[in-house]
């Protein structure tokens, strides 16, 4: 049990708009610590995709984007690629616990 | 160019030892607070070790704890973890990954390609 909940699975076709949420609790997202997502290509390292809530890292594509409100965060894709389709991570930091940074399961995205 | 190049994964039997290294180079090691993040095959990440950059500070993950030991050496550039008291459930890729810096924390801006770390009889 992931301590940031995020869905398993979403999917969009081609040029369409996919949102994936990251709900997190009052020892994290809602104690106001940072959100970053990470995109994982089939069989590559994670690679950072938003940090900060809201911030693309250099090369990163503007169809990118990332929220955050209360204890929860979005991360929402525009004009849907192929090469979109990864698995994806939100990541916070958790005030409660010994180690204090924590992912998300993860979120498998499927381009039909 | 930021690189981070992992080292020392293999076979390894339950309750056998193995030390992971991790080399670094393009950007000032010393400056930088580091990571190991792993992932059990088919699962989602999991974050393992911090340690700050004078290797001062260090936090591990409860399921690693008092068998995992992470440390540093800036002189050499490199990131280590001693693994003790191997478990099947340590199966994974180990990551090397670097806490990033710019506008927030608590972060990792930069991953290394993985170990793959096998406990098995």
């Known amino acids: 049990q992931s301590v940031l909940t995020q869905p398993p699975s979403v999917s969009g076709a081609p040029g369409q708009r996919v949102t994936i949420s990251c709900t997190g609790s009052s020892s994290n997202i809602g104690a106001g610590y940072d959100v970053h997502w990470y995109q994982q290509l089939p069989g590559t390292a994670p690679k950072l995709l938003i940090y900060g809530n809201s911030n693309r890292p250099s090369g990163v594509p503007d169809r990118f984007s990332g929220s955050k409100s209360g204890t929860s965060a979005s991360l929402a894709i525009t004009g849907l690629q192929a090469e979109d389709e990864a698995d994806y991570y939100c990541q916070s930091y958790d005030s409660s616990l010994s180690g204090r940074r924590v992912f998300g399961g993860g979120t498998k995205l499927t381009v039909l | 160019e930021v690189q981070l190049v992992e080292s020392g994964g ?13 080399a670094a180079s393009g950007f000032t090691f010393s400056s930088y607070e580091m990571n190991w993040v792993r992932q059990a095959p088919g699962k989602g990440l999991e974050w393992v070790s911090y340690i700050s950059s004078s290797g001062s500070t260090i936090y591990y993950a409860d399921s690693v704890k008092g068998r995992f030991t992470i440390s540093r050496d800036n002189a050499k550039n490199s990131l280590y973890l001693q693994m003790n008291s191997l478990r099947a459930e340590d199966t994974a890729v180990y990551y090397c990954a670097r806490d990033g810096i710019a506008v927030a924390r608590y972060y990792f801006d930069y991953w290394g390609q993985g170990t793959l770390v096998t406990v098995s009889s």
Request: hydrophobic share 30%; net charge positive; proline share 8%.
């Open chain 2, 10 to 22: 293999g076979l390894v039997q339950p309750g056998g030892s193995l030390r992971l290294s991790c």
